[in-house]
């Protein structure tokens, strides 16, 4: 499903309208008594209505502080953001965050874990509990809802944390590395149950890994950062047609990103970073 003001053109997904997300010449200084430290310098930027662009790099490279300044959860030091046109002035209206860990209430069933979000905006929950045991269903998780987070798997815990941030329905979704702290089966399966989700919804996503592989499987474009102080060093354009399968991770063309992604990383001094 192609999203709203997109087309293809060569299995690429092209811009008709203006950026849902825009950053020019962001910089994020954080003072210390012992010294500043500049965690972004001069990042600018563009992600389009409906695509799927992964912020890729080490640890420690910004990507989780560009992420929260987009979310309206950090203060920039300078330069501008913009959502859908407008100046960004406090957390954007049509926003959803998964964060790294899942941040479930134990002492709530899972159900009402995911209703959090209509509770937080003094919404009626009876407006949202259909559309809450969907997004369970949706990531099968449909005989769980009377169960509590502290009875759930890691990923499924993740699964539930996902349809949280979907409850609203945002247009734009944020994740910050939602499945690094998986095993790798897991994160393979829930790769591919997000890529689903993705394309039937056409849903912006800004999505922040490590992992060159999940970067690749998953994005129209990559963002590649450096660090000391974060920055943006390549921008590539992943040119493989969707729904993409596992397997993919086997072709030479998967390879040769790979490939150019750690050259990258190689010219700037940072360590390999896949998983």
Not at 81 to 97: D, K, M, R
Not at 202 to 217: C, N, Q, R
Not at 220 to 242: Q, S, T, Y
Request: hydrophobic share 45%.
């Amino acid at each position: 499903m192609i999203a709203a003001g997109l087309r293809t053109t060569g299995g690429r997904r092209m811009q008709l309208t203006a950026p849902h997300v825009k950053i020019a010449s962001l910089s994020k200084v954080f003072g210390s008594a012992r010294g500043d430290v500049v965690a972004l310098t001069d990042v600018t930027m563009e992600v389009e209505r409906g695509e799927f662009v992964s912020l890729l790099g080490p640890s420690g490279c910004g990507k989780s502080t560009l992420l929260k300044i987009v979310a309206g959860l950090e203060d920039r030091s300078a330069g501008d953001v913009q959502i859908s046109g407008a100046p960004l002035n406090g957390c954007p209206e049509g926003l959803g965050f998964v964060f790294q860990r899942d941040v479930l209430l134990d002492w709530r069933t899972i159900l009402d874990n995911v209703l959090l979000p209509a509770e937080f905006k003094n919404l009626k929950r009876s407006l949202f509990e259909a559309r809450a045991r969907e997004l369970l269903a949706l990531f099968g998780l449909r005989k769980f809802e009377t169960r509590y987070p502290w009875e759930l798997s890691g990923g499924m815990r993740q699964r539930v944390a996902i349809c949280r941030a979907l409850l609203v329905d945002p247009d734009l979704l944020l994740m910050d590395e939602p499945f690094g702290a998986l095993d790798a089966l897991t994160r393979d399966e829930l790769n591919i149950e997000l890529q689903r989700m993705w394309m039937t919804s056409g849903k912006t996503v800004l999505f922040v890994t490590h992992s060159i592989s999940e970067a690749i499987l998953l994005s129209d474009r990559i963002l590649v950062m450096a660090n000391r102080p974060g920055r943006i060093v390549d921008v590539l354009d992943i040119d493989f047609p969707r729904p993409r399968e596992l397997m993919l991770r086997e072709q030479p063309e998967f390879a040769a990103y790979t490939r150019r992604i750690r050259e990258t990383f190689e010219r700037h001094g940072m360590l390999r970073t896949d998983h």
